[in-house]
């Protein structure tokens, strides 16, 4: 059998899974497919050795197909890894021997609805104003390293500009990836309208193309026109009121000299000279080459508005993160926002049932050989939860045994006093 360790998970997450009732030492091949036994793009699987955290680097090896080797007593691990892009989907976890062609399955749920959300210091500018805007993002996909997603704006369905940039893994008790620090810049050459801040998977070679363009959040944004002063206009039926002092107000009692026509200059009517007169015209012909042409600058040269990440300087030594969020450690919540987000209905379903009745982890050990309660068969794809750490605590047993001994002395004790009164009165 194969058993994830639970039924329902998310993208962008790692999950444990295991199997077992295997020949020893035999070689087994991993693979997840969907209900055409079709492999699902964007999962991928890691070994997992010594039963530790994997690294980095085992999670970069993963395949689309694992081959693993199976212990003296029939039985593997493995990692499954969800890409953070995926989309939802219900899959068919298979492990088939290479040799004797025997395989057992298990259904495995991804809630891939994106949740996530983009931010941004104003939510509008004036035309014609370079402005700095600040974009933020939070409510990615987790996973294990940092990841890109493009960043652009649109406008009517044409890319103003795109720049791709790096998400942040989630830290402490945060289960999403994010991004800080990136700022819309230049945007003098914005025209007035209706724009969309687009969050988009990258057309990256790494990236099924599946998952290429798929939009993961998004924010309107709009430019708006300046405010224009209007012009001063004066009345003209008014006649201005003359201003005391004023030269040309007419003072009262003097006689009012009529406009003459003022006397010529001397210089401008005195006869063109003989020399003037041999001088010879300009060539039409010159004057154009000594007359520099207007600059004309193309619409190619105008600055555009431009996206930038500010990135952090990159640490000398990667810290170990003693907790990563990005491996599933309990199930999927009902009140996650992923699941209200989710279109389809028998995902949700499921998650309501696995928190209602498979809430519990234990359920299944591989090597313990025990089979699931309620008589479930999980060759058959009936959903199943594993718990792959051996050390289960021993203390709520012992507590419940020294119960029971309690009562049952208390009550043996009060049977054999109320048998003494009886025998004592007859």
């Known amino acids: ?64 197909t694992l081959k693993v080797t199976t212990d ?8 499954l890894i969800t890409s953070p892009y995926m989309s939802s989907a219900s899959v068919n976890l298979v492990a088939q021997d290479e040799q004797t062609q025997v395989s057992a399955s298990d259904r495995l749920g991804i809630l ?28 990615f996909a987790p996973s294990y390293k940092d990841y890109p997603v493009t960043l652009q704006l649109v406008r009517g369905g044409e890319v103003i500009t795109s720049q791709d940039i790096e998400l942040s893994r989630p830290t402490g008790d945060s289960l999403w990836s994010s991004f800080q620090k990136v700022t819309l810049e230049q945007t003098a050459s914005l025209e007035v309208g209706e724009y969309s801040l687009q969050a988009i998977v990258p ?10 363009g798929r939009l993961l959040a998004s924010k309107a944004f709009s430019v708006v026109p300046a405010k224009t002063q209007p012009p001063v206009i004066t009345d003209p039926t008014l006649p201005a009121e ?38 010879p015209l300009p060539d039409p012909s010159e004057d154009a080459e000594t007359v520099p042409a207007p600059s004309i600058v193309p619409a190619e040269a105008q600055v555009r508005p431009v996206i930038e990440q500010e990135k952090e300087p990159e640490p000398t030594e990667t810290p170990i993160d003693q907790n990563p969020t990005w491996i599933q450690t309990s199930s999927i919540k009902a009140e996650d926002p992923r699941v209200a987000q989710e279109p389809n209905k028998q995902l949700k379903s ?23 309660p309620e008589g479930t068969n999980t060759a058959e794809g009936a959903t199943a939860v594993v718990n792959l750490n051996k050390s289960a605590p021993k203390w709520p047993v012992l507590l419940l045994i020294l119960v029971a001994l309690g009562v049952g002395a208390f009550t043996g004790v009060s049977i054999a006093k109320t048998a003494k009164a009886t025998d004592s009165k007859r």
């Not at 003296?72 to 990692?79: E, H, L, P, V």
């Not at 057309?203 to 290429?212: L, M």
């Open 112 to 139: 891939g609805e994106s949740v996530a959300r983009l931010g941004t210091s104003v939510g509008s500018i004036v035309a014609g104003e370079d402005v700095t805007v600040e974009i933020s993002g939070d409510q």
């Open 203 to 212: 057309t990256q070679d790494n990236i099924p193309v599946d998952f290429q």
């Open 72 to 79: 003296a007593d029939g039985f593997f691990s493995a990692y």
């Open 350 to 372: 499921s998650v309501l049932n696995a928190q209602g009745t498979k809430n519990v982890e234990g359920r299944i050990n591989p090597r313990s050989g025990v089979a699931a």
């Open 242 to 279: 003359p201003v005391p002092g004023d030269p040309a107000e007419p003072v009262p009692g003097d006689p009012v000299e009529p406009d003459l026509p003022a006397e010529p200059d001397p210089a401008e009517t005195a006869e063109p000279t003989r020399e003037a007169e041999e001088k």
């Open 1 to 64: 059998m194969i058993v994830a360790r639970y039924p329902i998970t998310a993208a962008g997450y790692v999950m444990p899974i295991a199997g077992g009732g295997y020949e020893p030492n035999s070689e087994v091949q991993v693979s997840a497919l969907d209900e055409n036994n079709n492999p699902i793009p964007g999962i991928t699987f890691a070994t997992w050795a010594a039963e530790s955290t994997p690294s980095a680097g085992d999670l970069d090896n993963a395949a689309g």
